[in-house]
């Protein structure tokens, strides 16, 4: 009786003990950071949660931004499309990773997306995605690369 009662306690503190997050889940974990950095207005966090030479690929031209100041360059183009167009109040919902995936100093991570702005003083939104590669530098995990997809705005 005594047997039978150790191993349920046994069990009963091994399903008890939280797992502790592995490679993808810290990788994740950044890019939410990142995301909700930005949804704030916080460019500067923006700018910091990218790797060098960092890789961007988004809905308006020049599609592709690349090198050192890609994120900052990103930034100002953004701006002048939504300037262009008339979009302002800009915010990126996102939910749980449809997958994350992480090998070593790298994760690969896709989040479902809604991107819900005003345009002409009427909301609109896109359903889409963004997907992340991470790499880890140092203790951090940084934006090796983005691309956001996402349907036509409605």
């Given at each position: 009786?005594?047997?039978?009662?150790?191993?349920?306690?046994?069990?009963?503190?091994?399903?008890?003990?939280?797992?502790?997050?592995?490679?993808?889940?810290?990788?994740?974990?950044?890019?939410?950071?990142?995301?909700?950095?930005?949804?704030?207005?916080?460019?500067?966090?923006?700018?910091?949660?990218?790797a060098?030479n960092?890789?961007?690929?988004?809905?308006?031209?020049?599609?592709?931004?690349?090198?050192?100041?890609?994120?900052k360059?990103?930034?100002?183009?953004?701006?002048?499309?939504?300037?262009?167009?008339?979009?302002?109040?800009?915010?990126?919902?996102?939910?749980?990773?449809?997958?994350?995936?992480?090998?070593?100093?790298?994760?690969?991570?896709v989040?479902?997306?809604?991107?819900?702005?005003?345009?002409?003083?009427?909301?609109?939104?896109?359903?889409?995605?963004?997907?992340?590669?991470?790499?880890?530098?140092?203790?951090?995990?940084?934006i090796?690369?983005?691309?956001?997809?996402?349907?036509?705005?409605?």
């Open positions: 009786m005594i047997r039978h009662a150790m191993i349920f306690l046994a069990a009963t503190v091994a399903f008890c003990v939280p797992a502790s997050a592995g490679p993808a889940d810290d990788a994740t974990a950044a890019v939410v950071t990142w995301m909700d950095k930005f949804n704030a207005g916080d460019m500067n966090a923006f700018n910091a949660g990218h060098q960092a890789v961007i690929v988004d809905e308006f031209a020049p599609y592709m931004w690349t090198g050192a100041d890609a994120p360059r990103w930034i100002e183009d953004y701006g002048k499309d939504a300037a262009a167009n008339g979009i302002s109040n800009g915010h990126m919902d996102y939910a749980t990773p449809i997958r994350a995936d992480a090998s070593g100093t790298a994760a690969y991570i989040m479902p997306t809604i991107y819900r702005f005003q345009q002409g003083g009427k909301k609109k939104s896109a359903a889409g995605s963004m997907t992340f590669v991470m790499t880890k530098a140092g203790n951090d995990w940084k090796a690369s983005w691309t956001y997809s996402a349907t036509a705005p409605k």
